[in-house]
């Protein structure tokens, strides 16, 4: 995997990037660009960029001076927003609590990236979704099901960070699944809530998702994932996914 970004059209860029395990075993990760109607960026996510694909980003956002916002999704991907504040000193920097806890030196947003206040900002260009009936910021560690997904309509396009994956095949298994395949993150029954019908809220959150993302083109997912859809099919595969993953929810 290379660093890449990716026109998807209609002002939406995804930004396909490297992150190395252990210095090791790349798992990639992301970022998106969006251009909104007033000519001005919104950056999702934060990706330190560097060579080729740093001179790209430039160009395309008037040396950095167009972006006005770098929206910080999930709540444990912490590791790049340092850099992207740097990068774009003029931006307005938006996080999660946790965001906030772990860089206490940069200068946040008061408002937390998933408040109602942020989505109306960017709204109607963007609609971002937190998932019902689990955590969004889990109390263990490891448990990175949750984050704020966003939907940006004009491109038919979700830009998602670990809640919803695409499973990548093995050059050799390619003949027989030719698309990687759409599951949820394996860390979900750990981050559901204990409220009773939270099961319920969980998946009526997803098929609101599926019927509202029903003419869906592009799925962006981190870590390394990025998938054209015919439309309809998106929904379909979502609902797919959450039925092999219910059985290993706990009740309620
Ligand atoms: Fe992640």
């Known amino acids: 995997m290379s660093e890449s970004i990716q026109d998807l059209g209609q002002g939406f860029w995804t930004i396909r990037g490297d992150l190395k ?12 660009l969006v251009r909104l109607p007033s000519g001005r960026f919104v950056m999702l996510d934060s990706y330190p ?9 430039m160009a395309l956002t008037d040396g950095g001076r167009a972006v006005d916002a770098i929206l910080n999704l999930h709540p444990f991907h912490t590791l790049h ?53 689990i955590d969004y910021i889990s109390g263990d560690e490891r448990v990175h099901a949750g984050s704020l997904l966003a939907w940006h309509p004009a491109s038919r396009t979700l830009h998602v960070d670990d809640t919803i994956n695409l499973l990548p095949v093995p050059r050799l298994l390619q003949p027989l699944f030719p698309r990687p395949r ?29 019927q509202r993302c029903t003419q869906l083109r592009w799925l962006c997912a981190a870590h390394s994932g990025l ?13 797919a996914a959450y039925h092999r993953i219910e059985r290993k929810l706990p009740p309620g």
């Open 21 to 32: 395990i252990g210095g090791v075993l790349n798992v990639g990760t992301q970022a998106a």
């Open 49 to 57: 960029l560097r060579g080729k694909l740093r001179e790209q980003v």
């Open 81 to 133: 927003c340092a850099v992207a504040a740097v990068d774009f000193p003029q931006a307005r920097l938006y996080g999660s609590r946790r965001h906030w806890a772990r860089h206490p030196d940069l200068s946040w947003q008061p408002e937390p990236v998933e408040s109602e206040a942020v989505a109306a900002m960017f709204a109607p260009d963007l609609e971002f979704t937190l998932p019902a009936g």
């Open 182 to 210: 759409i599951f949820l993150h394996p860390s979900l029954p750990k981050a559901m809530l204990t409220d009773a019908g939270a099961r319920e809220a969980l998946h009526s959150w997803l098929h609101g998702l599926a």
């Open 227 to 239: 998938r054209e859809f015919e439309p309809g099919k998106f929904s379909d595969e979502l609902e």
